[in-house]
T-cell receptor
Framework: GQQVMQIPQYQHVQEGEDFTTYCNSS?????IQWYKQRPGGHPVFLIQ?????EVKKQKRLTFQFGEAKKNSSLHITATQTTDVGTYFC???????????FGTGTKLQVIP | DAGVIQSPRHEVTEMGQEVTLRCKPI?????LFWYRQTMMRGLELLIY????????DSGMPEDRFSAKMPNASFSTLKIQPSEPRDSAVYFC?????????????FGPGTRLTVL
């Protein structure tokens, strides 16, 4: 099955700094999804990208799908303490809905 | 809608005991997923169903694990006998394949501790 790797595994930033996490695959992806999991919580869907080179924004979050559809990134501008959590990329494959999750990037924001 | 409902939220049991985790998906969703999350292995897909039929159970660790979906509104994940290495958070998720489909809605999870 498809595998997606995320970097970095952990990131500590000062509040107000920017943050970026990257998701990489050795194979072409048909789509990429991003989820956020707060400490002690459950993964919550953020967005789905399907087009080559696609860029979507949600307030301070910018999501990008690579031109070759083998990588994706999530960028947070001016982090806030509410951004703390683990960010997962995931890809949906096959005719069914099987979703493979990346390893996740744990973000800690220092006030 | 109340979202995906899981029970119990916490379970502490002794090695060798049977454990049953329960899930009620969002009404109208035709896919149901069971995941396990640990620090070491991250978020692992165990099994998923489409219209109550198991589609892929390749993630089920071993024969001690079994899952059923007797109807569209209920699923169980059973571990018999349980072992300490089964300690983890187990999530159930549901989704519906539509034009913008693919979004998975996760339940709050069941934190399982096997002593």
């Amino acid at each position: 099955g498809q595998q997606v790797m995320q970097i970095p595994q952990y990131q500590h930033v000062q509040e107000g700094e920017d943050f970026t996490t990257y998701c990489n695959s050795s194979t072409t992806l048909s789509n990429i999804q991003w989820y956020k999991q707060r400490p002690g919580g459950h993964p919550v869907f953020l967005i789905q990208l399907v087009k080559s080179g696609e860029v979507k924004k949600q307030k301070r979050l910018t999501f990008q799908f690579g031109e070759a559809k083998k990588n994706s990134s999530l960028h947070i501008t001016a982090t806030q303490t509410t951004d703390v959590g683990t960010y997962f990329c995931a890809t949906r494959s096959g005719g069914y809905q099987k979703v493979t999750f990346g390893t996740g990037t744990k973000l800690q924001v220092i006030p | 809608d109340a979202g995906v409902i899981q029970s119990p939220r916490h379970e502490v049991t002794e090695m060798g005991q049977e454990v049953t985790l329960r899930c009620k998906p969002i009404s109208g969703h035709d896919y149901l997923f069971w995941y396990r999350q640990t620090m070491m292995r991250g978020l692992e897909l165990l099994i998923y169903f489409n219209n109550n039929v198991p589609i892929d159970d390749s993630g089920m660790p071993e024969d001690r694990f079994s899952a059923k979906m007797p109807n569209a509104s209920f699923s169980t994940l059973k571990i018999q006998p349980s072992e300490p290495r089964d300690s983890a958070v187990y999530f159930c998720a549901s989704s519906h394949l539509g034009p913008e489909g693919g979004e998975q809605f996760f339940g709050p999870g069941t934190r399982l501790t096997v002593l």
